[in-house]
């Protein structure tokens, strides 16, 4: 690092004139109603997945299947196969769909890039040891038998709620994707596919030849308990009788009937709605049923269509976008700018407060006072979203968000997992053995509490008044303790990575009035100043979700630089010579036009499984630090005012 005296400086014209370039460029993404939506992309699955949803119902859309083979052939990696993240490693189950769907489409098996993604398959073990989803998806189309998929009995509708494997003691995705997944598996309904498209040339071994399609490693005992378990069940499935059954298919039908949520889908996220989608069909109701119709638009709904290329989104993200491109408004325009009064009004009309969620099942009796993350999700509100906006509410002090933010910091409190944390949907969400079932392959089938979603609870609560005292606030700050990592850092269950989790819980603990030479502050600290790269900013790889260095990555990045900087600030440390470094990056960084360019993702789904890229972090974050950083530089009193 450069002496002091060497250290990049950012003057006030440059950067008053960065700042005025992003708030154009922030502005112009906004809608006239008020709120923003950026696209949220993720891998090379979900565009895949719809391209064979088409071939299965046989609505096939040449014009836009072209599109979408346009992306996957340009994201398809240097290995030969297609990652889980920009310029990410192979994986094996993101590459048997994408082959699968440019197969689809018409690429033929002997062009070039179809050969090289076909060896590298091949050379991982071919398609039989891809995870469960794919085999599903396999299944469906017949190229595997259905026994290359763990049992899930639809039964598991009416396992009451003292049964130990039940549908309320996992997640909210998992459960709106497995509901209508359970019909499926009940009926193994066989795709249309009307090209009759099969791809066995991507299994080592012929499938009806494979014996173990359910194997290790297993990652406790519970693992070879549930691996028996399986075996069990497969004896037992065809006894079940029909009319338990048919129960069971019914109750399923009713649960995704009350929540398909319109245009929004069920759950509002790509597999739970194309799930309710071939459900309707495997039960014979036609296209024009209005629950049919509608959950095909809202399938529809989740594209994203240009001139060249096209994309399937997992989900749309304009409650998250809206509150955090609210709160780099604040930060740049003032509380009262009529852009910032816009965004909050438009928030204000969606807060949930006539519709009783599954939450509810872990705290009856707690009133709805949520936001979701999607235009429409009433039966799934976040923590995460509701505490950013409602901070963002607080923030413009406008009389008229009195209530609703009561009602939100009651909800909230609601929540509280019994250890003091948050988890993003539900409360005490963490019977850690369902994730060792044969369908939980991917480690993620609950919802537990998390380092971020609960400091930016404690930092809605402390903004809004609350004392670190109180005992709701005493247990989650002790909770937080508890989780800190030793290099300092914290973990980011919900963005990329150590940075975002160290970010989001130094924000938590200056809003609860912590002393700036806590040890903890300083420990983290200690971790984003280590990890500030040569050049100023600051970078993380999807890597460290599989034992990567925390805080490292072989570029800088926008949304991890603003991030933190945005911790150093929170943490008492907006003269620090590395926060004017890290300033000078991003000013240098932005574009004439006001944006920036981050190709790396920045956010998670599931760690390993499936990663996110918000196309609004790089927008909005690095405006809101800069902002940030002025207003402090002018003010005698350097300790951030906000929880965020």
């Known amino acids: 690092m450069p002496r002091d005296t060497e250290l990049p400086q950012t003057p006030s014209a440059d950067l008053a004139d960065a700042i005025a370039r992003g708030a154009s460029a922030l502005a112009a993404r906004q809608n006239p109603d008020g709120h923003f939506v950026y696209e949220l992309e993720a891998d090379a699955t979900i565009p895949a997945e719809y391209v064979l949803l088409e071939h299965y119902l046989d609505r096939i859309e040449p014009a836009l299947e072209a ?63 891809a995870n469960v989803f794919t085999r599903v998806q396999l299944a469906l189309f017949g190229e595997v038998p259905w026994r290359a998929v763990p049992v899930m009995p639809a039964e598991l509708m009416i396992a009451p709620r003292w049964f130990p494997i039940n549908l309320w003691r996992v997640s909210y995705w998992s459960r709106t ?55 069990v069940l497969r004896v037992l499935d065809p006894l079940v009788p029909a009319r338990f059954r048919d129960i069971s298919i019914r109750r399923a039908v009713a649960f995704v009937r009350e929540r398909l949520n319109g245009e929004d ?24 049923h209005p629950d049919a119709a509608i959950a095909w ?56 407060t006539d519709v009783v969620g599954d939450w509810a099942m872990a705290r009856p009796g707690v009133r709805p006072g949520g936001w979701a993350f999607q235009y429409a999700n009433p039966h799934y509100p976040d923590v995460d979203d509701t505490a950013v906006v409602g901070m963002l509410l607080h923030r413009s002090g406008d009389p008229a968000h009195a209530a609703a933010i009561a009602r939100a910091r009651e909800w909230i409190i609601g929540l509280q997992c019994r250890g003091g944390g948050w988890g993003a949907f539900d409360a005490d969400n963490d019977h850690q053995f369902l994730n060792h079932i044969p369908f939980a392959d991917h480690g993620a ?12 609870c404690v930092s809605f609560l402390a903004q809004t008044g609350m004392d670190a005292a109180d005992p709701v606030l005493a247990r989650a700050i002790a909770w937080l303790r508890a989780e800190q990592e030793k290099d300092g850092s914290w973990f980011g269950r919900w963005g990329t990575n150590y940075i975002y989790g160290t970010w989001s819980v130094l924000c938590a603990l200056n809003a609860a009035g912590l002393p700036h030479d806590d040890p903890a502050i300083e420990r983290a600290v200690a971790f984003l100043l280590a990890t500030q790269r040569d050049d100023g900013g600051w970078g993380e790889d999807e890597e460290t979700y599989a034992g ?97």
């Open 67 to 129: 599109k979408i083979g346009v992306y996957l052939r340009e994201i398809q990696g240097d290995h030969g196969g297609w990652p889980l993240f920009h310029d990410g490693g192979f994986d094996l189950s993101a590459s048997v769909k994408a082959y699968f769907a440019l197969k689809a489409i018409g690429d033929a098996p002997e062009a070039p890039h179809m050969a090289r993604a076909r060896a590298a398959i091949l050379a991982a073990g071919g398609a039989a040891r």
């Open 265 to 288: 889908g069920l759950g509002a996220i790509y597999p739970a709605i194309a799930n309710s989608v071939m459900m309707f069909d495997a039960l014979g109701t036609p296209p024009d």
């Open 445 to 456: 089938l609950l919802d537990p509490p998390t380092a971020d979603v609960t400091a930016r």
């Open 548 to 644: 990567a260095p925390p805080g490292r990555y072989k570029v800088s990045t926008p949304s991890h630089t603003a991030w933190a900087l945005l911790g150093l600030m929170a943490a008492g440390r907006a003269d620090h010579p590395a926060v004017a470094r890290g300033i000078a990056w991003l000013a240098a960084a932005q574009q004439e036009n006001g944006e920036w360019v981050e190709q790396p993702y920045n956010a998670v789904g599931f760690p390993r499984v499936f990663y996110l890229r918000y196309h609004g972090y790089k927008q909005y974050f690095p405006q809101l630090a800069l902002a940030r950083f002025k207003a402090l530089r002018h003010r005698n009193q350097r300790r951030v005012a906000y929880g965020f």
């Open 297 to 352: 638009q809202a399938v529809r709904k989740l594209l994203v269509i240009g001139a060249e290329r096209a994309y399937c989104q997992p989900c749309v993200s304009p409650i998250w976008d809206t509150a955090l491109a609210g709160h780099a408004l604040a930060e740049t325009e003032g509380a009262d700018h009529p852009r910032l009064k816009a965004a909050c009004d438009w928030l204000a009309a969606r807060q949930i």
């Open 177 to 231: 994707v497995i509901v209508p997944l359970l019909v499926l598996m009940a009926k193994k309904p066989r795709a249309r596919n009307p090209r009759g498209v099969r791809v066995q040339e991507l299994f080592v071994t012929p499938p009806e030849q494979v014996k173990d399609w359910i194997r290790g490693p297993y990652r406790s005992l519970w693992g070879r308990f549930f691996k028996g378990l399986d075996t």
